[in-house]
Each structure stands twice: as structure tokens, then as C-alpha cells.
């Protein structure tokens, strides 16, 4: 059940949502059970997805961290790094436990700072935008999505404070509005890799395709919750947002801020892989 923890949240809101805005439109011969029925299963759901979310620990599945291709080239921030804390974006929701967000940064360029104005930037004004994504592991392409648009930044507090206020909005979507477009690959031993917030008509692939670590996928882009064009990584254990647990991860043959290469490594927030 605790697979399924988002869903039941999911649902319920549906429930409560429901009862708030339709109530009034309820035939008046059954108004009554139907407003308990919504009413006992909004809130019913509401504290068997909290208690799920915040105390169902032995519930979870556990797993071996797993070693795999980096999905970008060059030089990239780490941040919300599972280096550095679990889960890595403070939630465990859409398997991302153990995500990381990386965010190019070449030598020589400094990329427009978090706070500095305008807070809404196109895309196209970060160097990440367009860069090539690759498959971190070999198998079938399960999941392919590529037509949503690439927003604007939100880089400041007031313009992150909106981002806040869309997440909400995109929450009631499901988790696709939430990753954007994204690539899921089934990997050969059952593990599921995912890339997203990639840029709109991007992909090189398709669902069904077979695809090799390391192959050109899509490209980073900003769609979905994203502040800025940043490639967001995660290993689940299930092809699905809603019911995969993410896996922990390291990157194969990467360098940490300049270092010797590592036959394995995942950088902590604020260092930089290079590959």
C-alpha cells in the first residue's frame, strides 16, 4: 500500500474537490449519502496517505545503490544531490528518493544568479538549454514525452514563489505535468532510469525503441516544475511516477570538481561532475 501512497492522496483530493465545488448540484434525494461517502473518503484517504507518507518507513523497499552512465557530458552543478541528503528533493513522491538535479556550467561562464532580475529569463539564456541528455542505462524506452513547452525561469523569490503556487496546480495533473517531458528506460535487469524537465520536441527516441547507455536521447530543456533548464536524473524500481521507489545511484567514470576520474562517484550539492 505504500506504493500507491500518492494515489490514495490523489484521489481523495478528487473526493474533496468534488464535494466542495459540486455539492450544490448533487440530485437532492441522495445529496446526503453522496456528501458523506465524498466526505468519509476524502478525509479517510487524506490521513491513510499521511500516515503512509510519514510513518510507513518499513514499508518501503529497500535497495543497492546501482552504478550507471552519466545522462550528461561536460561540466555540471550538482544540486538536490542524494550525496547530500535523502530523500535528495525532500520528498519521496514520483520514485525520486534519490534523484539529482544537474545544471551545466562550462569554464568561463557564469550562469545568470538565483535573485538577480528578471526573475522570468527565456530558456534560451542558460547554456543547458538544448544540451545533449543520454541514457544512463541499456534497455526499452517505456515512457517518451516531449510535447510539453519550455517555461520561462523563476529565479528570484518572488518568481520562486510562483513556481510554488504552479507546482500546486500541476500536482492536481498528475506526475507528468510535474517531470514534464521525460524518458523512462526499463533496463535489462528490471531497473527503470528517468530523465526529465527535457526540452519540447527533443526526443530521439520512441516508446518501444531499444536503446545503449549513452545514447543521445533528448536534449535538457525547462518543461514541468523547473526553475531553470536542468536535467533531473532518478532510478526507480517501476516504470510508473506514481508507484516506482527510487534506487540509489552513482555515475560510472565521472570527475568531482576537477578531481582524478572515479570509477564511481555522485557529486554533493554545489560540486560539479565533469565527464
Known sequence: MYRVRSVIFAASTVALLCLAFFARYFPANVAETITIVLGVLGFGGWVLAGLLMFNGGSLRPSHSSATVASPVRGRWLAINSPASRTPSHGTRAYGQSHAVDLIFEPEGWQRPEFGSWPGMREPEDYRAFGQPVHAMISGTVVRASDWRRDHKSRTNSVTFLYLMAEGTVRELGGPGFVVGNHVVIRGDDDTYAAVAHLQRGSLQVRKGDRVEAGDHIANCGNSGNS?????????????????????????????????????????????????
Open 227 to 275: 526553475s531553470e533548464p536542468h536535467v533531473h536524473a532518478q532510478l526507480m524500481d517501476r516504470g510508473s511516477f506514481w508507484t516506482g521507489q527510487g534506487i540509489p545511484v552513482e555515475f560510472a567514470h565521472i570527475a568531482i570538481d576537477d578531481g582524478d576520474v572515479l570509477e564511481s562517484g555522485m557529486p554533493k550539492n554545489q560540486q560539479h561532475l565533469t565527464l
